[in-house]
């Protein structure tokens, strides 16, 4: 039994309610479900929603924090999303036989995983209400927001402005690493991002979907997908993600990380800071290191699953550190007369 209770989002399989349930055991969560939804203990059990994998108290301490569970009664069974994706296509078995036909066509090849995502990820987001911008027109989306967040645009530029801000504090947190001698150059450096991210408004256009193409992560809808893993072909499904629907994509959202490829903490600052110590007399190129630290130029959206710190292996490009030095001009020997 675990010493602090898992939080987890339960369903039941006919019901389309879904409620937070926390408990210490697998047998806790199932029995406090029953009483949820009003179903017989015995008999049931619950599995996980992504896959239909059934909950033992042995496998149960390693389910993530909020995971999705089914609650299953005697005689009732769970194949994963698929189930919901075989639910809805039965739905149009009738008047469209042809759309069946392509969508089992498009779920059987060998990339069947990655499309059952996204299929499932449409099941999830169809009936919400993502055309809704403002607080008028969706006030569920803004419960437990301040009130001064008027527009879902609005409030998801300032979370991601929030993400910047958070990476800018720890490298203010630097100049004491680098000397006394090399401490105006780094505040200097430092001077220079952050004059430059207030100028991008820290970036928050990344989150924002009525922002301009290239300096938003998502579509115009507001859909993000998983930018992750950095080896992209050892990613068997892509997750993604619509925010602007419901209040729970939206705190959902909030555990997907943007993440440095090149590493933050490992890698760019202690590059910074050597750089910075050791530039004897070359400047240091602020605006290569301030791509890495704030910008999509190494910043990528990755969903927690798909977060593996094992691929982030990268080093600074050392041609980069230092502004190229101008070449000085040789002088021509003046000809002889």
Request: with cysteine; hydrophobic share 30%.
């Amino acid at each position: 039994m675990l010493q602090k209770p898992k939080s987890v989002k339960l369903r039941a399989l006919r019901s389309p309610r879904k409620f937070g349930v926390a408990g210490r055991s697998c047998q806790e969560v199932l029995r406090k479900g029953c009483l949820r939804f009003q179903l017989p203990e015995r008999g049931s059990r619950l599995c996980l929603y992504e896959d239909g994998t059934e909950l033992t108290e042995d496998y149960f301490p390693s389910v993530p924090d909020n995971a999705e569970l089914v609650l299953l009664t005697s005689g009732q069974a769970w194949q994963g999303y698929v189930s919901d994706i075989g639910r809805f296509l039965s739905a149009f078995h009738e008047p469209h036989a042809g759309l069946v036909q392509a969508a089992q066509q498009l779920l059987c090849d060998e990339q069947a995983p990655q499309r059952q995502r996204l299929l499932a990820d449409l099941l999830h987001n169809v009936s919400q209400n993502i055309a809704a911008e403002t607080r008028a027109e969706d006030p569920p989306w803004f419960e437990g927001l301040e009130s001064r967040f008027q527009n879902k645009s609005g409030y998801l530029r300032y979370s991601c402005e929030s993400r910047i801000r958070s990476y800018l504090r720890e490298v203010s947190s630097y100049p004491s690493l680098v000397g006394a001698e090399a401490q105006e150059e780094f505040l200097r450096v430092l001077g220079s991002m952050c004059q430059k991210l207030r100028s991008v408004q820290y970036n928050g256009s990344y989150f924002d979907r009525g922002a301009k193409g290239g300096s938003r992560l998502c579509t115009p809808e507001g859909w993000f997908s998983c930018q992750g893993p950095f080896d992209m072909d050892s990613c068997l499904s892509r997750h993604s993600i619509n925010p602007y629907g419901n209040r729970e994509s939206r705190i959902l959202f909030s555990t997907w990380n943007l993440d440095h490829i090149i590493e933050k903490k490992r890698t760019i600052i202690p590059t910074l800071v050597e750089a910075i110590k050791e530039q004897d007399g070359r400047e240091v190129d602020w605006e290569y290191f301030y791509g890495l630290l704030f910008t999509s130029e190494n910043l990528k959206l990755v969903h927690i699953v798909c977060h593996k710190k094992t691929i982030h292996k990268l080093n600074c490009d050392p041609n980069r550190i230092y502004k190229p030095q101008p070449r000085l001009k040789r002088r021509r020997p003046a000809r002889k007369r």
